[in-house]
């Protein structure tokens, strides 16, 4: 019975034992190999993944934050048109980008029966596609041709209400010098055919340097930058 129960164990052993490690042998070889030999390196597991994306999304956000002003670094001139504010009814404009938040602004334009001109300072402030400003400037509006109907009206319409003088608006003859602040904020295009291109909107408060008068006004405006 001993010998018929150790042969029954040899059986067993050779047929389904043996077998079965030698099979498991041949499939664990390769996975070693490679993973010894460094081949394919292991996948990260989820939180690591997680983590990785997080630490991508955060370095990617403040690199957005000052994107509109590295723009204004490689893109020191702008030039574009405005509607309002200190150049009247309507006028054009040039920028120079001092540095990435510093701009000088030189305009020219007018309104019915009348030019004028600006010079402004901006100070940007950090945005990626929004940059809110603020800015400080002169203004000149001017006519010396004058009219035999003298100047009754005109836009702003504050023009005429508050800084003519009599005389100025029988004759139309005057020269009107004021000062200003401004705050508003600039949309800037950084991508695709249309990058540089920037839309803007402001408020400011008008001085005149002589009799101190003040009137509030608007604009909105767009610019390209190259």
Do not use: C, H
């Not at 292991?42 to 000052?66: D, G, H, L, V």
């Not at 402004?120 to 002169?138: R, V």
């Not at 023009?159 to 003088?165: A, I, R, S, W």
Request: no cysteine; aromatic share 12%; glycine share 12%.
């Amino acid at each position: 019975m001993k010998t018929y129960k150790q042969l029954g164990l040899f059986f067993v052993m050779v047929t389904v034992i043996l077998p079965v490690g030698l099979v498991s042998e041949v499939f664990a070889a390769p996975s070693a190999t490679s993973s010894t030999a460094g081949s394919s390196p292991a996948a990260p597991y989820p939180r690591q993944k997680s983590r990785t994306a997080s630490r991508k999304s955060t370095i990617k956000n403040r690199e957005m934050k000052t994107e509109g002003l590295e723009m204004r670094k490689t893109r020191r001139v702008a030039i574009g048109t405005v509607v309002g504010g200190s150049l009247g009814l309507i006028g054009g404009n040039l920028e120079l980008n001092l540095n990435s938040q510093t701009g000088i602004v030189g305009g020219y334009g007018g309104g019915p029966g009348y030019q004028a001109f600006t010079i402004e300072i901006k100070q940007y402030i950090a945005g990626d596609t929004f940059l809110p400003f603020l800015g400080a400037g002169y203004s000149r509006w001017f006519n010396s041709v004058g009219s035999s109907e003298g100047f009754k009206q005109s836009r702003p319409q504050f023009l005429v209400e508050k800084f003519l003088k009599e005389k100025e608006k029988e004759t139309g003859i005057f020269n009107l010098d004021m000062v200003y602040t401004t705050i508003g904020a600039q949309y800037v295009n950084l991508t695709g055919g249309w990058a540089g291109f920037s839309l803007f909107a402001e408020v400011m408060l008008m001085v005149d340097l002589e009799t101190l008068g003040a009137a509030p006004n608007a604009a909105v405006g767009m610019a390209y930058y190259f």
